[in-house]
């Protein structure tokens, strides 16, 4: 069984910023998705989910009302896109066998069910995932957190600026 890597921590601490300095120093070894935050006036008005391979979706925004997009804070969130993008690049990665990167593992990204059965199939696979996970108690994310092949690293102030580096001699070690 491979073993995977998830970072935890509160939002805006830094995860996804680690996520994407280690993608770049991983480079084609690596495949997956990270997310953004799309700004404007006022502050976020939503998330897009950038593939290592550079397709782009936004997923989670907060205009978007149609019915059928279930609703996280004042986002609605496009599962389809999540789905036709992201699950695609975790899978592509998979077949690939690349390091998987996964960023995030939060309440947005568990609405697809899709999603679920892929990050489940690589965590318990023979693959390798680097990802992050959100902190806040959840029954889904709980129940990754204590899967066997899985390690657990805190982000916060004190270790966010050397984490890249440890996490890169985490991959290191790994067979």
Known sequence: MAQSLLLVGHPGIGKTTIIKKV??????????????EIR?????????????????VTFAHKDFRDPRFPRVGRYGVD?????????????RAMQEGKLIIVDEIGTMELYSTAFQ???????????????TIMAKPHPETDAIKLLAPVTILEVNRMTRDEMPARVLRWISRLK
């Open 117 to 131: 059965e892929t990050l489940l199939q690589a965590i318990l696979g023979s693959h390798h995932v680097i990802g």
């Open 23 to 36: 993608a770049r120093s991983l480079g084609p070894r690596a495949g997956g998705f990270y997310t953004e």
């Open 40 to 56: 404007g006036p006022g502050g976020r008005h939503g998330f897009r989910l950038v593939t290592l391979d550079g397709e782009q």
């Open 79 to 91: 599962v389809a896109a999540l789905d036709r993008v992201g699950v695609k690049a975790l899978q």
